[in-house]
């Protein structure tokens, strides 16, 4: 059974740092491509970083670009998401989530969220 595992979530103020980890367990992330999502409230969830382990490539949305970095550890089966000059509109509840590359922008496996808040 695939069980994702986020942590690291929290409040920050704006212009802060926070790196959000999800830990797999039951799935090995070295065949899949792995990824971030958030959803704000009252917004549909976007899908913001996603990390293709064939390709070694890595693709962000632009929202995002420039400000958040994803990597992972193989050795430790996580994800990580660091998270640069937050902005208040980066509040949200961040998603890892896992699949085969084919199933983008629709993986079948998710965390149960954190929740990140980035005050003014």
């Known amino acids: 059974q695939v069980q994702l595992v986020e942590s690291g979530g929290g409040s920050v103020q704006a212009g802060g740092s926070l790196r959000l980890s999800c830990a797999a367990s039951?799935?090995?992330?070295?065949?899949?491509?792995m990824g971030w999502f958030r959803q704000a409230p009252g917004k549909e969830r976007e899908g913001i970083a996603r990390?293709?382990?064939?390709?070694?490539?890595?693709t962000y949305a632009a929202s995002v670009t420039g400000r958040f970095t994803i990597s992972r550890d193989s050795a430790k089966n996580t994800l990580y998401l660091q998270m640069n000059s937050l902005k208040p509109e980066d509040t949200a509840t961040y998603y890892c989530?896992?699949?085969?590359?084919?199933?983008?922008?629709?993986?079948?496996?998710w965390g149960q969220g954190t929740q990140v808040t980035v005050s003014s």
């Open positions: 039951g799935y090995t992330i070295n065949s899949a491509c």
């Open positions: 989530a896992a699949d085969h590359c084919t199933t983008w922008p629709h993986p079948r496996n």
């Open positions: 990390m293709n382990v064939y390709l070694g490539t890595t």
